[in-house]
């Protein structure tokens, strides 16, 4: 019977969650009370194990930031399925696509197998196997060499995911704070800092949206529904029930879109003139929260002053927003104030003036009191773990923003791109960067200008790849080093902000395949190896993870049985009645007017500035994602290859017809630069402006090793060889590319 179930099937079945246990006999409540595993009749899994005693293991979903809480379930060793902590807020007990599939990422043939050391140029693929001593030996030797000759600070972290914390500690032991996570200046680097600036405080991951609530939600290129960040789209379907008012601002009719009472198709990169001409209709017809704004904001007036010229009228010709629609959308808003949320979004860095636009957005949030509101921002709450007691670090006696004097002053994190760029020798430079340590993040497809990445990696004299799959950047690296999945170790605990406090656990469920090792395991070798042993006394993670529990009044033993654990400790979530707001900023109010933003040179209040249009036969490249990928980071998962196994580009019907292709065929996608793609599939739709095209990113990997995912789709990151860069905080604007297509034969 197993092998009539195909994969598709699989992840179906881990859906069913705790309800598919339930049925079969009312298993889950004895396993969750923790009396051990019991005999069960199980739905096939991908291992073919069908029945026998299941275990569940507690564990956090790795697959994307969200980090659910779940339960893995196999059955006499083998994997079965995962499903979501009922317990746990950040699922509700519901997984996404993506973290069903979880198990994929350990089943995986095409994971690294065993440490490899480079036998040629970089970029060869050419690797002779070691064992982990002589890698790790290989890897403290070169980086001894890097601190006496140049200093430690000359290297440099790339980090994304949960075993990243390790190599970060590690780093700082070193002597180096050069730790960039691409996340902040490729994605939500300018809406912490547009809201730093406003409100005092950041929107956080997850994001401190009150969804659940909300009468009005106003989506500006955010995809919930194909971003799948769980609650946020649980709670967005818990309000449409409850028939809130979706206003969707997007060129392409997205999944939100089709939930929306508005669906507002804007020319692309004249997002802030809509949100500007809304903020004028707002404040002109006193719709906004007079009191919250009376009591609340700083520079009012100003603001009332400089967007007088921001008419509907004057947008219309710039988004080709209708007046009407602009003025009916802008009364709808205020209809619901407080509890109508501008969603600020997560991947932000569009067009170079980043952070003005989402500040727009906040400052529309302002006007209508919705932070610290009941259907608007809440004030999160967020566990307090005592750190397990290590030696200070040694203080850095420089940092990246040495190579960048006077530049990006309010950048309050690494740039990823800065610090690439500083990795090419300069005049100006004293040190450019000689040691890279990347950890699980594909630089290749995740910074932009990858022509100017390999640039810098072939200045470096060490290049140290930590991941689980053999991704493009593997094959540049100097030592490669195989992590195991996330099933299959312990990490740190997962502490993540919320409505409530909340310790989540992720234990082993099964021993590492092959000969791989957990990231922890990994940093504390390497730091040892280096002198560096005093920063890492514990002996193995058991230890770490039970002292540290100890000091919260828990344990290691009550976390694997129960999976996540909630505080007491809490704070109010909205304003109270009576109790004055506070705001971390240099007036403690809400800053409409920013004089931060104006000592440093910078509107203190956004301006409409307009940006380069497509040039003739060239169409504005857009991208974003799918429900049941999370980037190139799962491409190659052999549970979730079968639910999307590549990307399509899709055109407005009127375009495909004047360049003479049809639906479902292959073309090639040409940038201004003259930049191709691989060959990827033509979705001819409606549902996308004329002007612009959109494509799901982390398609079109181009290393072999990864056999399912090798030339499947096009990657849209090689076409992004232009950007434009947000001079308030660095982040780097990528929707400033513009594409034509060639027939593949050419």
């Given at each position: 019977m197993a092998g009539k179930f195909s994969r598709r099937d699989f992840i179906k079945i881990g859906g069913l969650g705790l309800g598919g246990l339930a049925v079969g006999g009312g298993l889950a409540k004895t396993m969750f009370n923790g009396f051990g595993s019991q005999p069960v009749m199980a739905g096939p899994s991908l291992t073919g194990a069908t029945a026998g005693n299941v275990e569940l293991t507690p564990t956090v979903c790795e697959i994307c930031f969200w980090k659910c809480a779940g339960w893995v379930h196999s059955i006499d060793g083998q994997p079965w399925k995962i499903t979501g902590n009922e317990e746990d807020p950040n699922c509700n007990g519901r997984l996404c696509p993506r973290g069903t599939g979880g198990v994929g990422a350990y089943l995986d043939e095409d994971r690294l197998r065993t440490p490899l050391i480079r036998t040629s140029v970089r970029g060869k693929q050419q690797f002779r196997e070691a064992t982990w001593d002589e890698a790790l030996d290989t890897i403290a030797e070169k980086m001894k060499k890097i601190a006496e000759e140049h200093g430690p600070e000359c290297l440099a972290l790339f980090t994304h995911g949960s075993g990243g914390s390790y190599f970060k500690h590690l780093l700082r032991a070193y002597g180096s704070n050069n730790i960039a996570a691409p996340s902040y200046s490729q994605c939500r680097g300018p809406r912490e800092e547009a809201y730093m600036l406003t409100f005092g405080e950041g929107v956080y991951s997850p994001e401190r949206t009150d969804l659940r609530d909300s009468k009005c939600i106003v989506l500006i290129g955010s995809h919930l529904g194909e971003n799948m960040h769980n609650t946020q789209v649980q709670e967005f379907a818990d309000a449409i029930d409850k028939g809130a008012t979706v206003i969707t601002v997007d060129p392409r009719f997205s999944t939100a879109a089709s939930k929306s009472k508005y669906w507002l198709p804007i020319r692309p990169s004249t997002d802030l003139a809509l949100m500007l001409a809304w903020t004028n209709v707002i404040i002109n017809e006193k719709l906004y929260d007079r009191d919250y704004v009376a009591k609340n904001t700083y520079g009012f007036e100003e603001l009332k002053a400089s967007i007088q010229k921001y008419t509907p009228e004057w947008a219309y010709p710039i988004t080709t927003i209708k007046p009407g629609v602009i003025y009916e959308t802008?009364?709808?808003?205020?209809?619901?104030?407080?509890?109508?949320?501008?969603?600020?979004?997560?991947?932000?860095?569009?067009?170079?003036?980043?952070?003005?636009?989402?500040?727009?957005?906040?400052?529309?949030?302002?006007?209508?009191?919705?932070?610290?509101?009941?259907?608007?921002f809440y004030y999160p709450n967020k566990a307090s773990v005592p750190k397990y007691k290590t030696p200070a670090y040694p203080k850095p006696k420089k940092d990246w923003k040495d190579a960048f004097p006077g530049q990006y002053p309010l950048a309050n994190l690494a740039l990823a791109s800065g610090i690439c760029d500083a990795t090419i020798p300069s005049a100006e430079s004293d040190c450019s960067f000689k040691g890279w340590i990347v950890y699980g993040t594909n630089l290749l497809l995740t910074l932009p200008q990858p022509?100017?990445?390999?640039?810098?990696?072939?200045?470096?004299?060490?290049?140290?790849?930590?991941d689980l799959m053999p991704a493009e950047i593997t094959g540049y690296a100097d030592v490669v080093l195989p992590e195991c999945s996330y099933l299959e170790r312990y990490d740190d605990l997962r502490i993540s902000p919320g409505r409530t406090s909340t310790v989540a656990l992720r234990a082993p469920a099964f021993e590492p395949r092959?000969?791989?090792?957990?990231?922890?395991?990994?940093?504390?070798?390497?730091?040892?190896?280096?002198?560096?042993?005093?920063?890492?006394?514990?002996?193995?993670?058991?230890?770490?993870?039970?002292?540290?529990?100890?000091?919260?009044?828990?344990?290691?033993?009550?976390?694997?049985?129960?999976?996540?654990?909630?505080?007491?400790?809490?704070?109010?979530?909205?304003?109270?009645?009576?109790?004055?707001?506070?705001?971390?900023?240099?007036?403690?109010?809400?800053?409409?007017?920013?004089?931060?933003?104006?000592?440093?040179?910078?509107?203190?209040?956004?301006?409409?500035?307009?940006?380069?249009?497509?040039p003739e036969?060239?169409?504005?490249?857009?991208?974003?994602?799918?429900?049941?990928?999370?980037?190139?980071?799962?491409?190659?998962?052999?549970?979730?290859?079968?639910?999307?196994?590549?990307?399509?580009?899709?055109?407005?019907?009127?375009?495909?017809?004047?360049?003479?292709?049809?639906h479902g065929q292959y073309v090639v996608l040409v940038n201004q630069d003259g930049a191709k793609s691989s060959k990827i599939k033509v979705k001819v739709t409606e549902r996308i402006r004329h002007d612009c095209v959109f494509m799901v990113h982390g398609f079109g990997h181009r290393d072999k090793r990864m056999r399912k995912s090798f030339l499947k789709g096009a990657d849209d990151n090689q076409l992004i060889t232009k950007i434009k860069i947000d001079p308030i905080m660095g982040g780097t604007g990528m929707r400033v590319n513009f594409v034509t297509f060639e027939p593949v034969n050419a």
């Open positions: 802008a009364r709808e808003m205020a209809r619901h104030k407080p509890a109508t949320l501008i969603h600020p979004g997560r991947h932000v860095t569009w067009y170079g003036d980043d952070t003005q636009r989402v500040r727009a957005g906040a400052i529309l949030n302002a006007l209508l009191g919705s932070w610290g509101r009941r259907g608007g022509k100017k990445t390999l640039e810098a990696i072939q200045n470096l004299d060490l290049l140290v790849a930590v092959f000969d791989s090792k957990p990231g922890a395991w990994i940093a504390r070798e390497l730091g040892i190896k280096l002198g560096l042993g005093k920063y890492f006394p514990w002996q193995n993670m058991e230890e770490y993870l039970d002292v540290r529990l100890h000091k919260i009044g828990s344990s290691l033993e009550e976390l694997k049985q129960k999976g996540i654990i909630e505080l007491k400790e809490r704070q109010p979530l909205y304003f109270e009645d009576g109790i004055p707001e506070e705001f971390d900023t240099p007036t403690g109010k809400i800053e409409l007017y920013s004089n931060v933003l104006a000592h440093h040179g910078f509107d203190p209040i956004p301006k409409y500035t307009e940006h380069e249009k497509p036969g060239f169409y504005r490249l857009l991208y974003g994602r799918a429900p049941t990928h999370t980037f190139g980071r799962t491409t190659n998962n052999p549970i979730l290859t079968e639910t999307m196994l590549e990307n399509e580009v899709w055109v407005n019907k009127k375009v495909a017809k004047l360049h003479g292709f049809n």
